[in-house]
């Protein structure tokens, strides 16, 4: 089915964010000396992991920054990991530390977002980014969110005055999707699996971000006409039995070719919200190479 949306290319987006970055990062090299620089750790050998873990560090390298890449074993201590993440924390070529999750059941995730140095957690999860997000301060904002912020600017433009509603409530996206959409002087409501009257409340959105994690959950007669829609989720169902057989697809949480006909501008799933993240990642480790060093931190 095909509407009327315009169709946000997350892929072309975030190639154009990455090649941004790269120029201050060269920039901030021939001027200062300095290479930012990212350590990401990958304890175990989850697939998906791995495949998301070899992909941030050859879009580093293509960024023209340093990459620290650490891979432990499954059998890694909290006590270890803990003693590789003060490492980092002291180590002044790494701006940037991104601990890859899940982690094993022998390890405390918190503990271990907790112990990062807050100046270089580049995936936005530690207490004191969070609390400065939410109080306006100089925070290292989660990369799945900025990413949504920085395409909906560059789509609608002044968010000033939008009803938002967000469907979903995590710590990842939903809650700092929040704080970011108030802090752009939207009306946000957060929506969840206990909403009542979910259809009714995404109707009256300007800005309907997806992000529950359920595969086409979200209706196109859920959406206000003109609506802009960001759909975060990234879920796998199978595919028709006459297309691939056995084979399985990509949806997100709203379902795009109902929504396509009322959206103004929506996201595709893959290629909408997916390529931003690992581009935002690049931005934060920038952002935060040059804060740690003194430098203004250049418009990207």
């Known amino acids: 089915m095909t509407g009327n949306a315009a169709i946000i290319d997350g892929k072309a987006f975030a190639a ?15 001027a200062h000396g300095i290479t930012p620089g990212l350590a990401v750790v990958l304890v175990g050998e989850d697939p998906a992991s791995q495949v ?4 941030k560090s050859k879009a580093v390298a293509e960024a023209g920054m340093a990459a620290f890449d650490h891979r432990l074993p499954d059998t890694t201590s909290q006590a270890e990991l803990l003693a590789l993440v ?10 940037g530390i991104l601990v890859q999750l899940p982690l094993p059941d022998q390890i405390n995730a918190d503990a271990v977002i907790d112990a990062i140095d807050p100046a270089k957690d580049v995936d936005g999860f530690h207490v004191v980014n969070t609390g400065r997000l939410w109080t306006g301060g100089e925070a290292l904002v989660p990369c799945t969110p900025q990413g949504c912020i920085l395409m909906l600017e560059d789509a609608v433009g002044d968010l000033t005055g939008k009803e938002a509603v967000i469907v979903g409530r995590s710590n990842i996206v939903g809650k700092p999707m929040a704080a970011l959409l108030l ?3 939207c009306t946000v409501t957060v929506a969840h699996s206990r909403t009542r009257d979910l259809p009714g409340i995404c109707r009256r959105a300007d800005i ?20 802009a829609v960001i759909d975060v989720g990234i879920n796998r ?3 028709p039995t006459a297309e691939k057989p056995g084979r399985m697809r990509l949806v997100g949480d709203v379902a ?14 893959p290629g909408g919200v997916g390529p931003m993240t690992i581009a935002c990642l690049l931005r934060n480790t920038l952002i935060a190479a040059c804060r740690l060093n003194g430098i203004e931190v250049p418009a990207v």
Not at 52 to 55: E, G, H, I, K, L
């Open 16 to 30: 154009g964010l990455r090649a941004r970055v790269g120029k201050a990062a060269a920039g901030i090299s021939e």
């Open 52 to 55: 998301y873990v070899r992909n």
């Open 86 to 95: 003060a490492t980092l924390n002291a180590d002044a070529r790494v701006h």
């Open 183 to 185: 802090e752009r002087h």
């Open 208 to 227: 309907l971000v997806g992000a529950v994690g359920r595969p086409e959950m979200i209706r196109g007669d859920w959406i206000k006409p003109g609506a």
């Open 237 to 239: 169902i199978p595919a």
């Open 256 to 269: 795009f070719d109902e929504a396509v006909a009322a959206a103004g501008a929506i996201t595709p799933v």
